[in-house]
C-alpha cells in the first residue's frame, strides 16, 4: 500500500514536470504559430473591403459578409466563372500528374530495390541530380523544348514538368519503403506458384500502401502549389491553374484582400482535405521509408 | 556628376536632337487637334464633349469592317482589385471589338502589372510571344532596341502624330523610328488626409508647397498624431518607386541624366549632382532621422499606401486619381459602420499639385503604356496578321476607347479623347480629376533608352534602400548609383 500511495503521489519540483510544461508551451506556441495565419486568412475572407483595410485590424469583423465567397463560386460572374474553371483545371492537371507519378513512380521504385543491373546506383543517383538545382534555372530551356513539342498553353506541359521534378523524390521515397518489405515474403509467394508480377500486385502493393499514398499526396501537393512554370508555360485564360489565377487579386495601385484570402481559403481546402484523410499513411511512410532495417 | 564616354554621348545626343527636330518639325507642320500650349483645367473643361467621332468607321478604313484573320495580344488587364467602371469598360472593348470585326479570332491575354514585362520577355526568349503587346511606357524603347517590335506609328492605323502628346511619343522613339503608339497617359497627383492635416495643427485645405514641407509636414504628423506622415515607397524592382522619388529628385533639381530638362540628351549622369543628393537627403531625413515614413517603406509598393491612407494611418502620399473611384467601389460593398468610415475617408480626401523643389521646379513621371506589333520570328507560329493587328490597335488608340480604357486611372492617349463627350462626363462624376490633368503639362517621361528598366527598377530603389538602411550615407549611395548607371550605359551590368 505504501509503496502505490508513493507511486501516485505527485511529483512536486521534479525537474521533469518544468519540462514538460516547457512543452506544452512551445506546442501551443507552434500551435499558435501555424494556425494563427490561418484564422487570419479566414477572417480577412468574410470581410468587406473597406472593413480589410483598417487599421487598427477589425480582429473580428464589424459586419461579417460571405460576398467574396459569392462571387467566386457564382458562374454568372467572370470573377466566379475564372476561379471555377482555374480550380478545374488545377484539379485536372494535380490528379493527372498524381496518377502518373505512382504509375512511374511504382515499378521504377521497384526495380531500384529489388533487381541488380549494371549501373543500377549510378542511375539512381542520376534520377536524384536534377533535385540538386534550384527549379528556376530549368525554367527557359524547358520552356523553349515545350514549345519545339507544341505543348505551350497546354496542360500537358504541366504536366510533363511537374513529374520531371516529383518522379526523382517518390522513386527515392517508394525504393526506401520497397527496401523494407522483406523479400522473403514474395519468395514464398513465387514458391507458392504466384508470378513476380502476381507477387508484386499481391503481397508487395498492400505492404506498401502508405508509401504509395505519400508519393501520392506529395505529387499533388507538389502539382496544386506550383506557380512558376505554369505561370510561364500558360497564355491564355481558359488554361490558366489557380496559383497563377490568385494573382489577379492583386491590381497595380491596389489589392482585393477579401477576394484573395477567399480564394486562397478555398485553395486551401482540398490538400488540408486530403492530408487529413491520410495523415497517418503520410507520416507512417515517411518514418518507414527512411529506415533500413 | 559623372561623365559617360564621349562617342556615346554624341550618338545619344545625336539621336535625341534629331528625335526633337522631327517632333519640332512635324508640329509645324500642322496645328495639333489640342493645343497642349494652353493646357489647364479650364481648357480641358472647355474642349470636353465638343466632338463626336465612330470608331468603326474610323477604324474601317485601316483595315474593313469584314476581314477574316487571327490575332493574339498580351496587354496589363484589370482585375478584381480594379475599379468596376474600368472593368466593365474593359469588357465592353473585347466585345465591342468582337462585334465590329466579327471575322477577327481575337485570343487576348490579361496579365497582372508585376508579371507582365517578366513573362513577355520569357517567351520572346522562346519565340513565343503575343503579335500585339500592351506594354508600360518603360517597356517601347527598351524591346524596339533588343529588335523584337516591328516599327508603327500612328499614321499607320489612321492618326496623326500630333494627336498625341509629344513625350509620350517619345517614349515608342529609338533611333529616329517609330515602335509604338500610346494607348493612354497619366500624370500622378499629391493626395493628403484633411482630417490628419486638421488634426495634426496643419491647413487641412492647403498641400504642401515643396518638398521640403513635404518633410516637415510629415514629421509634425508623426510626431503630434503618432501615425506616418508620407507614404514613401522604396521597393526594389516595382515600378511604384520611380514613379514616387523621381518627382521629388526632379523636383530638387537632380536627376538621373538630364531628362527633365527641355532637350535631353542622356549624356551626362546626375544621379550623384548636389541636387539629387538633396533629394535623397529628404527620403532619408523622413525615413531615418525623423521615423515619420511607414517602417516597411523598403518593401511597399503603393498598394502598401493605400489601406494605411484610407484607415486614417497616413497623412500624404502621391498617387493615381484612380484611387478615388477605388474608395468609392470600397463604399459601395461596404455595410453598416463600415459604410460610414468609408465616406468620411472619402469626404477626407484632397487631391493637389505634386509640390515643387526648393527653386519652384515641379514634375512627375509622364507615365501610361504603349501598343506595339512584334516581328514575326518572336511570334508563336511566326506570323503577324497584320491587318488584324492595326485593326485591333487602331480600336484601342482611337479617341473613344483610349478615354474608356483610361476612364478611372488615367487619360487617353489620343488627344482627341478630351474632346469626348465621356470625358465630359468623367470631370462630373470623377472629383479631383482636373487637378491630375493639371499635371500633365509637368510630365517628364523618362529617359527613352533601353538602359531605363534597369536604372529605374534596380539602380533607384538601390540607391534608396542604401541610404534608408544605412548600409551607405547618402552620400555614398548616390555615388554607387551614379557608378552603377555609367556601367550599364556602357555595355556593363550591375
Redesign the interface.
Known sequence: MTSMTNRVAPRKGKPLDVWRWVGRIFLVLMLLYTAVPMIWMLLTSIK????????PPQWWP??P?L?SYQRLLDPTN??GQDFLRFFWNSLFVSTATTILAVIVAVPAAYAFSRFEFPGRNFLFFAVLLRNMFPAVIF??PL??LM?LLGL?NTHGSLILTYLTFGLPLAIWLLKGFYDNIPYQLEQAARIDGATRFKAFMLIVMPLSAPGIIATAIYSFIGAWNEYIFA??FL???DKLTLPVGI???????????P??MAASFMMSLPVVVLFLLLQRYFVRALTEGAVKH | MTRIPLAGTVLRGAVSTALIASLMSVSARAAPPVDVSKWSSEYVRSIAGTKDFDTAADCAKVTPLDYKGRL?F?Y???????PDLL?QYY?DFFATFRKTYPNIQL?E??L????LLD?FR??L????G?MVVRLQILGGVEFASKGYLQELKPEDVGYSTEDFWPGAMKSDTWKSKTYGIPTNNETMAFIWNADVFKRAGLDPEKAPATWDDVVKYSKQIHDKLGISGYGLVARKNAGNTPYRFLPQLWGYGGGVFDEATQHPTYGQIELNSAASKQALQASYDMYVRDKSVPVSALTNQ??DN???F????LGMMI??P??YD?MQ???K??????LL??QT?IDNMRYGLIPTGPDGKRAVVFGGSNIHILKPEYV?GGKVDQAAAKALICFWTGPEWSLKMAYA?SNPGNLNGFKTKWMKERLETTKFLDVSTSMLPYGVPFPAIPETPEIMNIVVPDMLQNALTGTMTVNQAAEDAAKKVKSIMTGGSL
Open positions: 468587406s473591403g473597406f472593413a480589410a483595410m483598417q487599421f464589424n459586419e459578409t460576398a467572370s470573377v525554367l527557359v520552356f523553349i514549345r505551350v505561370y510561364t497564355n491564355r485564360n494573382q489577379r487579386f492583386f491590381s497595380e495601385n491596389t489589392t482585393d484582400f477576394g484573395l | 493574339t498580351w496589363q488587364g484589370v482585375f478584381e482589385g480594379d472593368r469588357k485570343e491575354q490579361a497582372t502589372y508585376n508579371d513573362k520569357t517567351a526568349l522562346g519565340n513565343a503575343p503603393q498598394a493605400q489601406p494605411l484610407l484607415a486614417g494611418q498617387s493615381h484612380s484611387d477605388v467601389d470600397l463604399k460593398k461596404a455595410t453598416g459602420s463600415d468610415k468609408a475617408a508563336d486611372g
